[in-house]
């Protein structure tokens, strides 16, 4: 039997145990907590370890760190090397645990297929998920989405709600959407360069690098011609260097033409490259055109074909026109003039001015179409009143030919080339050279003209190298440029531009400029004759039989 002191003894000893227990237990709780509050707080600080560690903790998994980790790997962030491809997941974890902002990260990823197969069902419904969730980015998205009627229902006054919607909510990306609704006035509003202007202002000053590409376009594409080239390429240049890759594209475009710096279009390639792999399928289209006029890089019609193919599958209008374009001469593709026309018509349906352009320009002359001259006409005067610069170009040759039936209007035409050209289109800048060459509307000025159609063909217009090539053909530039003239329509015909092509071949037939080779002149005419060029079934007939 115990004695009652020592029992008390061993109660006061047990107590004080227990206690000591419970000290211990709540110190290393609190210790624990406390470790646990600075690895947020490290997380939520940018550092990569740690927001690892939360995102994939055994027990109750943080998705916050989740979002956090995947943006890091979006932007490359604290070391890690920008990869989409592993950001995906991380949004998609953190969308399952109810993340909805990551949703809307996740949602946009598989609508533009960065990181992941582009899926814009899925995308669509998991951006509505995010905007239902209240993420005004998810609704800016459902908005893009709603615009171009991909996964949903095309609503374009739906998808202006949405960004204002989120506009007032601070949500930049919404502004710069409204900010292009206004410019192109659509989705009930009237259009409005200067609120478009203000917006895009607004959000780029905020930080958001798309609105800043947008400001840069809109001051590129001035219709009363006061491009301001140099504040657009920085405004370019700080968006590509942000997290807004695809206008690394647009910042390409204005190094392969001169505009707003020196020209260098091994700077543009690279950059073309870069928006294409980060973003397509934006640069993918300028790429593929560089590939198959051999500009920076050496000819490689295929992988320019490729490239033309993703663009087009991604919906954008300037890759199914360049793929329409490459069916319609057969180059890397099959000769297909039907599909040329449905490529074009396509497009054109989904309200792209640039396909809409194309289109016309194909009925006018009923290539893989039926020949409608009115219809034609109709869409290239409503794409040239759309301020779209190619279109009017493409009006003034119609005006100029005399294909309407009507007598050749030169004074108008040229009027129209000088406007495309002064909105950008370097095929616009050559029409005037051509005009100028020949005194069409205008005082003959052949020193002029070659410096004109010259400048045309620098800047990146096939129809400027094409009068550029044939007036040094001609002679126009002196003896010595003729061999240079036959060259560069050589060039131009292997990169699928018809009207060169019959050029070079009557060059190879007469033996000017380049080695005599009826043969082969014979081929190119039947090509092009096959592609539904009347003038090359004639001017093959006229070749000595073989």
Not at 317 to 341: F, N, Q, S, T
Request: hydrophobic share 40%; aromatic share 4%; with cysteine.
């Amino acid at each position: 039997m115990i004695p009652r002191t020592r029992l008390r003894n061993l109660l006061i000893v047990g107590v004080v145990a227990v206690a000591a227990g419970a000290v211990g237990y709540f110190v290393r709780g609190e210790k624990k907590q406390s470790e646990h509050e600075a690895v947020v707080a490290q997380c939520e600080a940018g550092t990569a370890l740690a927001c690892s560690q939360l995102c994939n903790a055994v027990e109750n998994p943080s998705a916050s760190a989740c979002l956090k980790l995947g943006v890091m790997y979006l932007e490359g962030a604290d070391g890690i090397d920008e990869d989409a491809t592993k950001a995906v997941p991380f949004f998609s974890r953190a969308c399952e645990a109810g993340e909805m902002e990551a949703c809307a990260r996740f949602g946009r990823a598989l609508l533009n297929g960065s990181g992941i197969e582009r899926d814009v069902d899925r995308a669509a419904k998991t951006l509505q998920k995010s905007c239902d969730g209240g993420s005004q980015m998810g609704c800016t998205g459902v908005g893009f989405a709603k615009m171009r009627g991909w996964g949903m229902p095309k609503d374009a006054e739906g998808a202006v709600k949405l960004f204002r919607g989120a506009c007032d909510a601070g949500v930049h990306r919404g502004c710069a959407e409204l900010a292009a609704a206004y410019w192109t006035g659509v989705g009930g509003l009237d259009k409005d360069v200067a609120k478009a202007q203000q917006l895009f202002k607004k959000a780029c000053d905020a930080g958001e690098q798309r609105a800043c590409a947008g400001l840069g376009l809109l001051l590129v594409n001035s219709p009363d011609g006061t491009q301001d080239y140099k504040t657009a390429l920085d405004l370019f240049q700080k968006a590509c260097d942000g997290d807004a890759k695809d206008a690394c594209a647009l910042l390409g475009t204005l190094y392969v033409r001169g505009a707003g710096v020196e020209r260098d279009v091994k700077r543009g390639l690279e950059l073309f490259k870069t928006a294409c792999e980060k973003t397509p399928p934006s640069g993918c289209a300028e790429l593929g055109e560089l590939y198959v006029a051999g500009a920076g890089v050496e000819q490689n019609v295929e992988e320019a074909v490729r490239l033309f193919k993703r663009s087009c599958d991604h919906h954008l209008p300037e890759g199914c026109v360049a793929l329409g374009r490459a069916h319609i001469m057969g180059v890397g593709v099959p000769h297909d003039l039907k599909k040329a026309a449905e490529l074009f018509k396509s497009a054109c349906d989904d309200e792209s001015v640039a396909a809409c352009t194309q289109l016309g320009s194909v009925e006018v002359e009923g290539i893989g179409i039926e020949k409608n001259i009115e219809s034609g006409v109709k869409r290239l005067r409503e794409a040239c009143d759309a301020e779209h610069a190619p279109a009017c170009t493409a009006l003034a040759m119609v005006l100029e030919s005399g294909i309407t039936g009507e007598k050749p209007d030169f004074d108008r035409a040229l009027s129209l080339y000088r406007q495309s050209c002064a909105w950008g289109d370097p095929n616009g800048c050559a029409g005037e050279a051509g005009a100028v060459l020949e005194g069409r509307g205008t005082k003959k000025d052949i020193k002029g003209g070659l410096e004109k159609a010259e400048r045309s063909c620098n800047v990146g217009s096939p129809q400027g190298c094409s009068i550029f090539g044939m007036a040094l053909l001609m002679g126009l530039g002196g003896k010595s440029e003729i061999a240079k003239g036959a060259q560069l329509l050589g060039q131009l015909c292997q990169a699928g531009d018809a009207g060169s092509c019959l050029r070079y071949a009557q060059a190879l037939a007469d033996g000017r400029g380049v080695k005599k080779d009826v043969s082969t002149a014979r081929d190119i005419f039947q090509k092009a004759c096959e592609a539904g060029i009347e003038p090359a079934c004639e001017m093959g007939k006229k070749l000595p039989k073989k």
